[in-house]
Structures are given as C-alpha cells and as structure tokens.
C-alpha cells in the first residue's frame, strides 16, 4: 500500500515516523508531498519516505492519500491536485472543518475519510475521531484505521457532524489542559515555589491524576470527593470554583472551538 501524506508539518511528519515504527508502512511505501523546499529538505535528511515538490509526480502512486494541510489552505490544494486523483485512491483528510462532501466535490472522488487527531498523537498517545462516505469498503476502512491507531486511540463516528464536535474537546483539548497546567503553575509560584518546583509540582500532579483515573472505574466526580474532605484545603479551593463561572466558560470555550471548526467547514 502506497501513502502518500500531503503536508510535511508536525502531523505529517507524526504521522509518517508513527507508521514506520508501528512497522504498518515502509520507507518504500511512503511519499510527502511538500511545497517549501526547506522543510522539503529537511525531510528527505530523515530518511522516512520519498520527498516531492509536485502532485504530478506521487499522487498517481498513491493507495491513500493523506490531507495533512491547514483548511484555510484547501482552495490551492484541491486545484492542485484534483487533475491527478481517481476513484481507486481513499483520501484521508485531518483538516479540521472540511467536510468530506467538500472534497469529494472538489476532487471528483468518492472514497473519502475524515479524521480528528491531537496533539498527543507525537508520543504515541493521541485521540483521533474518524469518520467515512458510504463508498470505503470495510477492508480499506480498516487499513486506514490501522494507521491512525499507530499514534494512540481511536473512535468512530457514524455521524460526520460530530468530528467538529470532537475538534473542540480532543483535536483542541490539549490546549485547554496547559491552560490549566499554566494557571496552577503561576498559582504555585505566587505560593513561595521556585518556576522549576511550580512545574514539577503541577506536572506530576495531572500525569498522576489521569494515570489513577485510567487504573480505575471511578467517575470524576467520585475522585474529586474523595480528593475532598469536609471543611479541608480542597473543598476550600472547590467553592471558590464553583461560586465564579469556570464551568460554564470551559463549556463556552469549546462550544466557540465548535463553531469555529463549522465555520471553517463552509
């Protein structure tokens, strides 16, 4: 199976050096497309895959082809490249907001594959949402699954519209917990703590929270009052939470992470 990713940037190149050391793909098996060639170069040094400037010459091999560049980007794309797609290939699209009717319009292709991956996806711990027209036989269906399980977990959707809901909680997710991470860092250092011990202290405490919760069958809100003693430090810190308005902005900032995948959609 030839793969071609178009995009060589942090998700392009995740997901190529993903599918090399899940040992899914080959470097004789794998082509980028990539239009600067200075990260094109950069590329062809890392030996992971045949490097290309035009469509011309890769996209006619490809099995799967793979959109991995900015939706703001996707009117030069398609013009680029739909003189070289055909039926035969499956185009595996993580642009977010794109729908998948956009590109089979666009390019004249029927087999087409919507996926929403994150930041994790790096270290092999990522969530990727993914979704697929009518026409994806089963066995091409799980091929491309194969694949996105290379770089953490995944979960399909029958409905396409709910992978602009998952942009807004796993695809943007990550930057809501730094978010977090961040204030609680600057909370420690108004504390007394040094930046180094803020860190340390903030860092082990989410990876050891997710890592309990993961280990075990308790909700959230079963940690949390375990975690919260009558009258203690933490119920302290839980009401002033709960008496300002950080549940409903966190709810509010992902309903706009929501409508702003939508309006990239159109």
């Known amino acids: 199976m030839k793969i071609l990713l178009i995009g060589g940037g942090n998700m392009g190149l995740t997901y190529a050096t993903s599918f090399l050391k899940a040992h899914v793909a080959t470097a004789a098996d794998m082509m980028i497309l990539e239009r600067s060639e200075e990260r094109a170069a950069e590329l062809a040094a890392q030996n992971i895959g045949t490097v290309y400037g035009k469509p011309n010459e890769c996209l ?20 680029a490249i739909q003189p070289f797609a055909t039926q035969n290939q499956v185009f595996l699209s993580i642009m977010a907001g794109v729908k ?28 990727t949402a993914f979704t697929s027209a009518a026409s994806v036989t ?18 399909y959707l029958d409905d396409e519209s709910m992978i602009d809901a998952a942009t807004a909680i796993s695809g943007s997710g990550p930057a809501y917990v730094y978010f977090f991470m961040n204030a609680m860092i600057d909370a420690a250092k108004n504390l007394g703590f040094t ?3 803020a860190e340390l202290l903030v860092e082990q405490t989410f990876l050891g929270s997710v890592h309990l919760q993961n280990r075990n069958s308790l909700s959230c809100s079963e940690w949390i009052q375990k975690v919260a003693s009558k009258g203690g430090t933490t119920e302290a810190a839980l009401k002033v939470f709960q008496s300002t308005t950080v549940n409903e902005d966190i709810k509010n900032g992902a309903k706009a992470a929501f409508d702003r995948a939508v309006e990239l959609g159109k």
């Open 60 to 79: 006619p091999m490809a099995d799967v082809v793979i959109l991995a560049v900015k939706p703001q980007d996707t009117p030069a794309l398609f013009q």
């Open 100 to 127: 998948m009717e956009a590109i089979s319009t666009a390019l004249g292709v029927t087999k087409v594959i919507r996926a929403m991956p994150n930041l994790p996806a790096q270290i092999g711990m990522g969530m």
């Open 138 to 155: 089963r066995s091409e269906l799980v091929a491309v699954h194969n694949l996105l399980n290379t770089t953490g977990k995944t979960v």
């Open 195 to 197: 930046e180094s011990q």
